[in-house]
């Protein structure tokens, strides 16, 4: 209440001050009115449209002192048409240019453009729409449109600091004359942000070209032939595959090479063969790709300004496990990830250390719903499983001397402990990031699942298919750590627990599209089913923004 005193005050002192409002002219009195007109609790509109800004919006005219940003000389300057001409294309950074009032400024910039000039009331809500524009949008760009605590989006990493006040970011771009370039260096800094800003502009241009489903009767191998080929050959052009246009009938070699490309840029098994799964990545809309690449690029916005220079990220969509050190990858490898009905959360943590040959006490959610239903058939599964029961305070308990008759999945004062050994389901190692979802990396009996393309198959853990290999690397800078050491370490019948020298930020991500290191665009199956509400709530207007200590 107090603040609101205080801002009436020097409102009120403004007003006042003939000096000032001689010099400032009708315009800057108009935004000096506009301004102040506001009520506690109450937002800006202009010809029935909401302002986004709020506090913001006060801050910046206050600063200057209710001079015009964009107008000058009663004439929009190149500031503003830079602003304007940003908007119109702000589609490519995945952002809606309607929600920048871009209907409302276009008109009244084209009336400017006409006989009759613009009045000061109009040069007014000209200047007062683009600043808002420029602060929401610069605050979409920096923190993202959508909230990810809300709508559903199941995204628990930490929010980037509040590092920047939109309004004074603007101030800076209008003395340097640089609107583009700062709003851009609110952006993301990841070079796959800005590689798919490049390719949801060709998507965009390939939404308006017609797309018809291709079908195919049966399964396409290398060295077949048929009259599908050449449609199938002009769809992956139309795709920006390398080949040839020509209206062969065979599946040739060149043709086998790209259909390998496009297996792997979906992330399907690369076997050049065209069963039902290639096709549906021939035959996606363009208009769901440009679904796809907006969501994603939204997720972006929502990452840290900068990861550290090493790290290990997992991709849940993706379902692999890479070791990065600065731009280089130091090791990749296929993950299994949790199900979509035990989902693997995204989160960041720290990994401080790992434990060889470790025992695995079944948690409570697998407990109630695989494990107790078969301890209540006998004591054969505890054998089979090469498990043992114990009291809370560690105390091993036989099975016999439990009175199963008053157990039941809600009440069993137990834990189970799967031993160490080659069944068991944390395999011969587990690194360790503490965190509150009690999720960890780890290794796997079944290696099986490797080969499948689908490895959504956890509890919501996360296994690795090299193990061995990620341990080398965690502890590379420990020379008592040799492979030899490692290998035997693994082989024990009793927990071995290492602390690491440096502990490895983990990050666990949800990104169904990407660009790689060679910036080519890389699309997933959106696993979680999270795509189609997130790019609902993109496509909402914006209530409003975050920015330091200034919430709308």
Known sequence: MKIQVIKKIVFLLFITTSAFASAGGDLNQSIRLFIGDKTIDSRYTIQEEYLYSGELLNHFYLGRMFQPA?????????????????????????????????????????????????????????????????????????????????????????????????????????????????????????????????????????????????????????????????????????????????????????????????????????????????????????????????????????????????YIIVNIANQRLDFIDRTDTLLSMRAIVGTNYRKTPVFGAKMTYLVFSPTWTVPSTILKEDVIPQLLKGPGYLKQKDMILLRFDGSQIAYNDINWSKISVDNFPYMVQQNPGPQNSLGRVKFMFPNSYDVYIHDTPSKGVFTKDDRAVSSGCIRAESP??????????????????????????????????????????YLTAWTDGEGRVQFRKDLYE???????????????????????
């Open 530 to 552: 999270r795509d189609e509400l997130l790019l609902k709530a993109l496509n909402q207007k914006p209530e409003g923004i975050r920015d330091a200590g200034y919430p709308i």
């Open 70 to 310: 964009w107008i000058r000389n009663n004439t929009l300057t190149q500031n503003g048409y830079d602003l304007l001409n940003y908007i119109r294309q702000v589609d490519k950074h995945g952002l809606e240019p309607l929600d920048y009032h871009l209907v409302l400024i276009e008109k009244l910039v084209e009336q400017a453009r006409s006989i009759v000039p613009m009045s000061t009331e109009e040069m007014m809500h000209v200047d007062v729409l683009l600043t808002d524009a420029f602060i929401i949008l610069g605050s979409q760009l920096y923190y993202g449109k959508v909230d990810p605590s809300k709508e559903g989006v199941n995204w628990n990493m930490e929010r980037k600091a509040a590092e920047h006040r939109i309004d004074q970011k603007l101030e800076q771009a209008l003395l340097k004359n640089d609107i583009a370039h700062s709003l851009d260096s609110l952006a993301p800094r990841y070079s796959s942000y800005w590689m798919m800003h490049k390719e949801l502009d060709f998507f965009l241009g390939l939404n308006k070209q017609v797309w018809p489903e291709i079908r195919i009767l049966e399964t396409i191998h290398p060295g077949d032939s048929g009259i599908v080929i050449p449609m199938l050959r002009q769809r992956m052009i139309m795709l920006r595959y390398s080949l040839t246009d020509s209206i062969s009938l065979n599946y040739d070699e060149e043709f086998v090479n790209q259909i390998k490309l496009l297996q792997s840029d979906w992330g399907l098994n690369a076997d050049g063969v065209i069963g039902d799964g290639t096709m549906a990545a021939i035959n996606s809309d363009p208009g769901k790709l440009v679904g796809q690449l907006k969501v994603n690029m939204e997720r972006f916005r929502w990452l840290p300004v900068q990861l550290t220079e090493k």
């Open 468 to 509: 061995y290999d990620l341990a080398l690397l965690l502890l590379s800078d420990m020379p008592e750590w040799t492979p030899e050491v490692i290998r035997k370490a693994m082989q024990q019948k009793k927990e071995k627990k290492v602390v690491l020298k440096t502990p490895v930020d983990v990050v666990v991500i």
